[in-house]
């Protein structure tokens, strides 16, 4: 089980002891800040206020051997240098890194990783290669990010066993784009976030189409599964929808409702595949929010009270357009804790006191046997966007019915199967840090329902 605990938000991001990873399950360490800039300007002018066009970075960045401990046995390509005895894995984990690099940079727009962190405008450089160090051994980690304060460059170490493997080296470098994309430095509410996003970074290279050109470039094959954790995911679905806490947290699994943001499988306005880097561009300067709040200014077409509502109805059965995320759950399905009511007798229900749902959590809870007409009534003092979610089992098509004022009915055939889905998603939004979470978000919301149709 993944640990990590906070620190102090002046000086440091992520920091902490972690059990030894496996390799399906990454854990990483860092990241050591101590400078802040102020959003970069997008042009140069000169002294007679004419805008300069922006210089084309160079085809092959400069090496900085000065940059982490430096050494003599190493490979280079474009964007990075890998120091390694084992040069051959340093050629194959280029590779990798190359295609992420052409994914999430040249493809989606994000802030080159060549760029400083300390640079005042990203116009005309320099651009300086990352570096990647395979070690022999790490304090708890596979692989750790770390920041050179002066370069303003990101800098990784993964031991020499994970080098080549996505889910580790990815991660890091998740890390790394992370950090030069500025805005979530030294933003404690962020810090959390940054494992899940990691994580999204790592599987949407691996999975998405979005990168499918950068794979194929990179020689990269697309898998059929995915790092996606079910069990926690929707087993702890009543937690903070990004919860850090020590040994419980889901912050490391939490990264399906980033991939549920770029897919959109709702068509809001202002999510698609941009959005993710939108969170950090239009993250509101030292402010230290969450980035639900900048959610809210990011997406025009739905309040996030609505878009989690509609996250955790889709996560009912993995339909967020992510097909081997969906296998994943769907061969794994019977291992989820799904014990999330109680009977009360005569089609009722109430919540378990211990599996409320936190803010912006929810209950998934599969009806048995539904059939013909199911009507749900839901009783609460809390804000609730609750669903019905039918499934197809033949076809795998979903559809979705919104409770209104906490009821509504739905029509289930046979070959059909249905789940109630109940969020809590407050109207407005709690600045909260989820490595310490306060009673506001970490209290769950009591509920109960009246159920025809079927049984829960």
């Known amino acids: 089980m993944t640990k990590l605990t906070s620190l102090s938000l002046a000086a440091l991001l992520l920091y902490g002891a972690h059990?030894?990873?496996?390799?399906?399950?990454?854990?990483?360490?860092?990241?050591?800040?101590?400078t802040t800039t102020a959003n970069p300007s997008i042009t140069l002018t000169d002294r007679s206020s004419r805008t300069l066009a922006a210089r084309a970075p160079p085809a092959s960045f400069t090496a900085n051997p000065a940059i982490g401990p430096g050494g003599s046995s190493y490979r280079d390509s474009a964007h990075f240098r890998v120091y390694a005895a084992d040069l051959s894995a340093a050629d194959r984990a280029l590779s990798m890194l190359e295609g992420v690099y052409a994914c999430f940079v040249t493809t989606?727009?994000?802030?080159?990783?060549?760029l400083s962190y300390n640079d005042a405008t990203d116009d005309d450089g320099p651009w300086q290669k990352v570096n990647v160090y395979s070690v022999a051994s790490l304090p708890g980690a596979a692989g750790v990010m770390h920041s050179d304060?002066?370069?303003?460059?990101?800098?990784?170490?993964?031991?020499?066993?994970?080098?080549?493997?996505?889910?580790?080296?990815?991660?890091?470098?998740?890390?790394?784009?992370?950090?030069?994309?500025?805005?979530?430095?030294?933003?404690?509410?962020t810090g959390a976030w940054w494992e899940t996003l990691a994580n999204?970074?790592?599987?949407?290279?691996?999975?998405?189409?979005?990168?499918?050109?950068?794979?194929?470039?990179?020689?990269?094959?697309?898998?059929?599964?995915?790092?996606?954790?079910?069990?926690?995911?929707?087993?702890?679905?009543?937690?903070?929808?990004?919860?850090?806490?020590?040994?419980?947290?889901?912050?490391?699994?939490?990264?399906p409702f980033l991939t549920y943001l770029t897919n959109n499988p709702d068509g809001f306005a202002g999510l698609g595949s941009d959005v993710v880097r939108q969170l950090q561009v239009r993250y509101a300067a030292n402010s230290n929010e969450t980035p639900l709040h900048t959610l809210q200014r990011v997406s025009t077409g739905a309040t996030v009270a609505r878009v989690v509502g509609k996250y955790w109805a889709r996560m009912a059965y993995?339909?967020?357009?992510?097909?081997?995320?969906?296998?994943?759950?769907?061969?794994?399905?019977?291992?989820?804790?799904?014990?999330?009511?109680?009977?009360?007798?005569?089609?009722?229900?109430?919540v378990k006191a211990a599996r409320q749902p936190r803010y912006m959590g929810a209950n998934i809870i599969p009806l048995k046997n539904p059939s013909g007409t199911v009507t749900v009534r839901i009783t609460t003092n809390g804000q609730l966007t609750s669903h019905l979610a039918v499934r197809n089992t033949g076809s795998g098509a979903v559809r979705y019915v919104e409770l209104s004022g906490?009821?509504?009915?739905?029509?289930?055939?046979?070959?059909?199967?249905?789940?109630?889905?109940?969020?809590?998603?407050?109207?407005?939004?709690?600045?909260?840090?989820?490595?310490?979470?306060?009673?506001?978000?970490?209290?769950?919301?009591?509920?109960?329902?009246?159920?025809?149709g079927a049984t829960a």
């Open 108 to 114: 989606l727009g994000w802030r080159s990783t060549g």
């Open 149 to 189: 304060g002066a370069a303003g460059m990101a800098w990784l170490e993964v031991q020499n066993a994970y080098l080549t493997v996505p889910g580790v080296t990815v991660h890091e470098f998740g890390h790394g784009l992370h950090y030069h994309q500025k805005t979530w430095v030294n933003q404690g509410r």
């Open 19 to 34: 059990a030894f990873p496996a390799p399906s399950q990454p854990i990483c360490r860092g990241i050591d800040l101590d």
């Open 406 to 452: 906490g009821q509504s009915s739905v029509s289930v055939a046979s070959g059909e199967e249905a789940s109630l889905v109940v969020a809590n998603t407050p109207a407005n939004l709690v600045l909260y840090d989820p490595f310490s979470l306060s009673s506001e978000v970490n209290t769950g919301v009591d509920y109960s329902f009246t159920l025809s």
């Open 200 to 255: 999204w970074v790592a599987d949407t290279y691996l999975t998405s189409p979005l990168c499918a050109s950068a794979r194929s470039a990179a020689g990269q094959a697309t898998p059929a599964t995915s790092e996606i954790d079910v069990v926690k995911t929707i087993g702890d679905s009543f937690q903070v929808i990004v919860d850090g806490s020590v040994n419980t947290g889901n912050y490391y699994q939490a990264w």
């Open 318 to 350: 993995v339909d967020i357009g992510h097909r081997q995320a969906q296998s994943v759950f769907l061969s794994q399905r019977s291992r989820i804790n799904y014990a999330n009511v109680d009977s009360t007798g005569s089609g009722s229900y109430r």
